[in-house]
T-cell receptor
Framework: GAGVSQSPSNKVTEKGKDVELRCDPI?????LYWYRQSLGQGLEFLIY????????KSGLPSDRFSAERTGGSVSTLTIQRTQQEDSAVYLC???????????????FGPGTRLTVL | EDQVTQSPEALRLQEGESSSLNCSYT??????LFWYRQDPGKGPEFLFT???AGEEKEKERLKATLTKKESFLHITAPKPEDSATYLC????????????FGTGTRLQVTL
């Protein structure tokens, strides 16, 4: 079946502009995650959704970052007033049964490469 | 706070030359340890989940093992197509959601 999809694949924006990144999880997966991967660094957790709720937002770096999920499916990550340090690859992942002994694996999309000039 | 350290940062092997990648971790109550493969410009691809010390899993030329402090990814007789960055991540009992990743081992297999 279809995997996790993300759009756009690349986004170049000017400092101070707002951007929206989209994630379509695997059909039927209840959990959705956003991570950020900066050059030379490991993946950094941003936010976790279970259904449409976000029980863990602990990784969002500032109040310029927000995310929502609608219909238990598509999620949008919004970055307001972008800064150069926001440049990174933003990865989305989904899983079937988070925290369970089985089906806990997170499957990743191809990412959105964000460049802030 | 959960922590993951991977070594070496980079590894160059000749085709057929077996080796191991290391993942050391500290976590408060391990819920799972995950191995991923990441090719340039792509998202991580899931390989294995290990849940308890002593557990082993295999897939083709890859074998993952787990102790209470570290995990190894053994690569037997690698081929050039095994070239990629291998990522290790842990999920702690206190965080039934996020994964904490290491910075990865960049593997290059040459002919």
């Amino acid at each position: 079946g279809a995997g996790v999809s993300q759009s756009p694949s690349n986004k170049v924006t000017e400092k101070g502009k707002d951007v929206e990144l989209r994630c379509d999880p695997i059909s039927g997966h209840t959990a959705l995650y956003w991570y950020r991967q900066s050059l030379g660094q490991g993946l950094e957790f941003l936010i976790y959704f279970q259904g449409n709720s976000a029980p863990d937002k602990s990784g969002l770096p500032s109040d310029r970052f927000s995310a929502e999920r609608t219909g238990g499916s598509v999620s949008t990550l919004t970055i307001q007033r972008t800064q150069q340090e926001d440049s990174a690859v933003y990865l989305c992942a989904s899983s079937a049964t988070p925290g369970a002994a089985d089906g806990n694996e997170q499957f990743f999309g191809p990412g959105t490469r964000l460049t802030v000039l | 706070e959960d922590q993951v350290t991977q070594s070496p940062e980079a590894l160059r092997l000749q085709e057929g030359e077996s080796s191991s990648l290391n993942c050391s971790y500290t976590v408060s109550g391990l819920r799972g340890l995950f191995w991923y493969r990441q090719d340039p410009g792509k998202g991580p691809e899931f390989l294995f989940t290990l849940y308890s010390a002593g557990e082993e899993k295999e897939k083709e030329r890859l074998k993952a093992t787990l102790t209470k402090k570290e995990s190894f990814l053994h690569i037997t007789a690698p081929k050039p197509e095994d070239s990629a960055t291998y990522l290790c991540a842990v999920q702690g009992a206190g965080t039934a959601s996020k994964l904490t990743f290491g910075t990865g081992t960049r593997l290059q297999v040459t002919l």
